[in-house]
């Protein structure tokens, strides 16, 4: 029960009934559009809106790449009780014209035995999900960026050998991410950031009453670059970080805080901590190493579905600027 409990969450309507019986935890289809990505966000607590965090903004908010001038490939693993997760983020800057950003996510829950007899498996189940997407950002004036990403979202179970009665099936819709960014004041050293994510058609699998809304959320917050950090320590540099996140389906709103201190631009250590109760949730941590045009990012989670069964959330980022 346990384990069809965390495919209900993780696989959203895919699983809907199982949710709903499990004390109607969820009003709401595709909750793997809300797993985080990146490690770097998950070090700060996930709380990057307003942030500028490379290609990983594609998948908080896509007005944080229109400041980007370096193309950048980034590569990233996450491991949680419920599934495996990989994500492929490319993102090209276009001079005047704006920011062009493409990325792909595949969301494995772990394969599963269809039938089980006395003369043994007889076939294999794959439930995975999958999302794609394709951005554009761009700057206007010296402050204010903003930018759009159409997604394409898809629940699958797939069947490989003689698998019986067990249900196989592909579903899939759309969504839109729409991001705003701006610098606040004379210093540049404060910047408010909102993101509309996940807003879009229903998933439906087999027909209306199974249809259920993606998980819209809206993220405000802020980022503050603390001054004379340098003085301290020199080349030091600190960033301090606060969002509210709004849930449009059926509750209250969480928060997340976050901090990143960089030294020599080439080392991170970074911490934060987000409220709720999915996977990622809770405090954070995370470290990295940039080197040239070669950055290695690693955080953990420490709270959420993941962390109480015994198996904190884990992320390691690749990036390459070229």
């Not at 990983?56 to 491991?79: C, F, I, Q, V, Y």
């Not at 439906?204 to 917050?221: E, F, H, S, V, Y």
Request: charged share 15%; net charge neutral; proline share 4%.
């Amino acid at each position: 029960m346990t384990a069809c409990v965390l495919m209900a969450l993780a696989g959203g309507c895919a699983v809907a009934p199982v949710a709903s019986a499990q004390g109607n935890l969820s009003k709401e289809g595709a909750l793997f559009l809300i797993f985080p990505i990146g490690a770097r966000a998950v070090g700060m607590g996930q709380s990057v809106v307003a942030s500028q965090i490379g290609s990983e903004g594609l998948w908080w908010n896509p007005a944080s790449l229109a400041r980007m001038d370096k193309s950048e490939l980034s590569l990233t693993h996450s491991s949680t009780i419920s599934a495996t997760g990989d994500a492929l983020t490319f993102v090209r800057p276009s001079g005047r014209i704006g920011v062009i950003s493409f990325g792909g996510y595949l969301i494995d829950y772990g394969k599963q035995d269809a039938v089980v007899d006395a003369n043994g498996t007889t076939g294999t189940i794959y439930p995975r999900s999958v999302v794609a997407v394709v951005s554009y950002a761009a700057v206007f004036g010296s402050r204010v960026s903003a930018g759009v990403s159409y997604k394409f979202v898809q629940d699958r179970v797939d069947c490989s050998g003689s698998c019986g009665t067990a249900t196989t099936f592909s579903s899939s819709t759309s969504g839109l991410d729409l991001g705003f960014q701006a610098v606040v004041d004379p210093a540049r050293r404060i910047t408010i950031g909102i993101a509309l994510r996940n807003a879009g058609l229903k998933l439906q699998i087999n027909d209306n009453p199974q249809a259920d809304p993606l998980p819209t959320r809206i993220d405000a917050g802020l980022q503050f670059l603390v001054p004379r950090i340098d003085s301290l320590v020199p080349g030091g540099e600190l960033l301090v970080t606060a969002d509210m996140v709004g849930n449009l389906s059926f509750s209250g709103p969480s928060f997340r805080s976050g901090a990143e201190f960089v030294y020599q631009k080439q080392f991170f250590l970074r911490a934060g901590f987000s409220t709720g109760s999915f996977d990622g949730a809770g405090a954070a941590i995370g470290l990295g190493l940039k080197r040239g045009g070669i950055a290695i990012d690693f955080s953990r989670a420490f709270g959420g579905l993941s962390a109480d069964a015994g198996k904190p959330p884990t992320f390691i980022t690749l990036r390459f600027q070229f």
